[in-house]
């Protein structure tokens, strides 16, 4: 539980960060930037594991970058369901907004969460 509240934050502050940087990506504010977390994460849980079986052989003929253009799809159906709160301005808009999330959400994981993790754990 503990670790989804984390993974909800960081989406929330990446997503926010997104909507500052990238004209295209248009969020009302930090609460409709932590809706579209929360829906994003719900959409992540149920809805991507089917459309990533669904799409398999495209995914692994691509290895594995199909799977930007699934999350794109998903941003956009998050953007849809959130209406006014949030808008992307086309596919491609949110094809290049998948990557910087992707990445961002990396570099997040790898040089500040896991080393907290780490030192919590060494304590």
Do not use: C
């Amino acid at each position: 539980m503990f670790n989804w509240l984390i993974s909800l934050l960081v989406n929330t502050v990446v997503l926010m960060v997104v909507a500052g940087y990238y004209p295209p990506f248009h969020l009302e504010g930090v609460g409709a930037a932590f809706l579209a977390s929360i829906i994003l994460s719900i959409f992540n849980l149920f809805i991507k594991p089917i459309l990533i079986l669904l799409t398999l052989p495209v995914t692994v003929l691509s290895f594995g970058l199909f799977l930007i253009v699934i999350n794109a799809i998903l941003l956009m159906l998050t953007a849809k369901v959130m209406g006014d709160q949030f808008n992307i301005d086309g596919f491609g808009a949110a094809f290049l907004a998948a990557i910087i999330i992707s990445v961002l959400n990396l570099l997040i994981q790898n040089f500040i969460i896991e080393p907290m993790q780490k030192k919590k754990r060494s304590r």
